[in-house]
């Protein structure tokens, strides 16, 4: 995983800590790690003096984190892709990973859908069509005049004519059936 300004870090207590009343634990940063069963035996070797105390294993409680979406974490656990994911959106620039973590949340359900990363990603860039926050106010409206232009739509219609196309009417009726934006990215509906 490559570190970077926005690394996701968590913390990492347990539930008999916090039970007898201690927030005790450490932010672990997830870029030092290459996949979870390094990240789970660094956890519980730090919190090995509650399993000597105990003879059992420590029950991890993830207290806190950062840069971590929703649907990878839990007070309780961390995903099994998680750093797969990480290693995936690594890659991307961060109006692309932006995109993903919004693909994955809101529009398929991910990883609860039960798809591989492979297939998410394989979906995710039929899907996405970019990000629209630049010189229009409106991305709907930025992405319906690319649209128009991509397309030749107008290509060959005189310019007088040309001048009266609405392109915000034409926007709405895109959005309506075929297409979906979130915070200026652009999704064909699927």
């Known amino acids: 995983m490559k570190n970077s300004k926005n690394t996701p870090k968590i913390y990492v207590g347990t539930y008999g800590m916090y039970n007898s009343g201690s927030l005790f634990g450490k932010w672990f940063d997830l870029s030092d790690y290459s ?24 029950e991890l ?15 309780s656990s961390l995903h099994q892709d998680t750093f797969k994911y990480f290693e995936a959106v690594s890659e991307m620039d961060d109006d692309r990973a932006e995109a993903f973590e919004i693909y994955c949340s809101d529009i398929i359900s991910w990883p609860a859908n039960g798809n591989e990363l492979e297939e998410t990603l394989e979906g995710f860039e039929e899907a996405y069509q970019g990000y629209y926050g630049g010189a229009f106010k409106d991305p709907k409206t930025e992405f319906t005049y690319q649209y128009v232009e991509d397309t030749g739509m107008l290509s060959g ?34």
């Open 35 to 58: 996949d979870a069963q390094e990240f789970y035996k660094d956890c519980y070797e730090y919190h090995r003096n509650e399993f000597l105390s105990s003879g059992c294993r420590p």
């Open 61 to 75: 409680m993830f207290q806190d984190w950062e840069y971590i979406p929703a649907f990878m974490i839990s007070e």
């Open 157 to 190: 219609v005189p310019e007088t004519l040309e001048r009266y196309f609405d392109y915000e009417a034409f926007g709405r009726d895109l959005f309506l059936e075929g297409y979906t934006e979130y915070n200026g990215h652009v999704f064909i509906d699927i």
